[in-house]
Antibody
């Protein structure tokens, strides 16, 4: 069964850092692009970052560029999101989502999400 | 960047109703559109991809259509479990992957 489980969320002060992890199972991480999508409380979905199957293409939303970094460890089947210089507006549930296939870019499946709260 | 505009933002309907949600892209997206359903406290789940292809396991009362820059999601006969929020997403030109703002379907 394909499964994604996020961890690492919590309460952090503005300007602080947090590292989220997505544990992948049931598939080979090196064969799929992976993504982080966030959802602020009561708001819609916002794509945050992507890493390609080969890890050679990495992209970020303008809202997080220069502050967030996506990486993966195929040996540990983990996809991480390092978040620095956090702002109140980064408060959201962060979802890890896999590209649906090696050639297609809708997101399936998704993890259950991890909540990040940026507040003093 | 391609902008996605969904309408309506909310919709009240009854069990058995037929409902349609529209998603407009700021430019043509060549059917590179997915629809997701999200229930409170849960992750989104894909319903359709390539504008009209039903994901495995999704009931046939869900259907999608459209072309160019305008697409629709139709639920032919609403069931109690369909009350949720629906999002469209374009994957034609990325990054960024852009979502519509969502349509909350309420009883």
């Amino acid at each position: 069964e394909v499964q994604l489980v996020e961890s690492g969320g919590g309460l952090v002060k503005p300007g602080g850092s947090l590292r989220l992890s997505c544990a992948a199972s049931g598939f080979t991480l090196s064969k799929f692009g992976m993504n982080w999508v966030r959802q602020a409380p009561g708001k819609g979905l916002e794509w945050v970052a992507s890493i390609s199957d080969s890890a050679t293409d990495i992209d970020y939303a303008d809202s997080v560029k220069g502050r967030f970094s996506i990486s993966r460890d195929t040996g540990k089947n983990l996809v991480d999101l390092q978040m620095n210089t956090l702002r109140a507006e980064d408060t959201a549930v962060y979802y890890c989502a896999r590209d649906s296939s090696s050639f297609t870019n809708w997101f399936d499946p998704w993890g259950q999400g991890t909540l990040v709260i940026v507040s003093s | 960047d391609i902008q996605m505009t969904q309408s309506p933002s909310s919709l009240s309907a009854s069990v058995g109703d037929r409902v349609t949600i529209t998603c407009r892209a700021s430019q043509g997206i060549s059917n590179s559109l997915a629809w997701y359903q999200q229930k409170p406290g849960k992750a989104p789940k894909v319903l359709l991809y390539a504008a009209s292809r039903l994901e495995s396991g999704v009931p046939s009362r869900f259907s999608g259509s459209g072309s160019g820059s305008e697409y629709t999601l139709t639920i032919s006969s609403l069931q109690p479990e369909d009350f949720a929020t629906y999002y469209c997403q374009q994957y034609h030109i990325t990054p960024p992957y852009t979502f519509g703002q969502g349509t909350k379907l309420e009883i």
